[in-house]
């Protein structure tokens, strides 16, 4: 069964920093793209980071860069999203997508095939 799970949230004060985490199973990960997207309350999907199944090429959303940083470890089948200098505008639940075709904007969720359940991240004091 192929299955990606998400972890590592939880609640953070602003400026902290936090490491999320994806364990794919069921998948040879080098043969996809990886994609981290969040979903605040009230508001839609917006892709946050994406790396390349060759790994050369990464995206990330304006509001993130600098600050978020995507990564992978194919030999251990896991993605992972560091984030550094958290505001409370990062609060959302917090998804990793895999898609097995070459991905071109990396940030629109219809490029991806298989999806986590989440992982929630609260950035408050």
């Known amino acids: 069964q192929v299955q990606l799970v998400e972890s590592g949230g939880g609640l953070v004060q602003p400026g902290g920093s936090l490491r999320l985490s994806c364990a794919a199973s069921?998948?040879?990960?080098?043969?996809?793209?990886i994609g981290w997207f969040r979903q605040g309350p009230g508001k839609k999907r917006e892709g946050v980071s994406s790396?390349?199944?060759?790994?050369?090429?990464?995206s990330y959303l304006d509001s993130v860069k600098g600050r978020f940083a995507i990564s992978r470890d194919n030999a251990r089948s896991m993605a992972y999203l560091e984030m550094n200098s958290l505001t409370p505008a990062d609060t959302a639940v917090y998804y990793c997508?895999?898609?097995?075709?070459?991905?071109?904007?990396?940030?629109?969720?219809?490029?991806?095939?298989?999806w986590g359940q989440g992982t929630q991240v609260t950035v408050s004091s």
């Open positions: 790396l390349s199944s060759s790994g050369a090429t990464t």
């Open positions: 069921g998948f040879t990960l080098g043969y996809y793209a």
């Open positions: 997508a895999l898609s097995r075709g070459w991905i071109v904007n990396g940030l629109e969720a219809y490029e991806y095939e298989y």
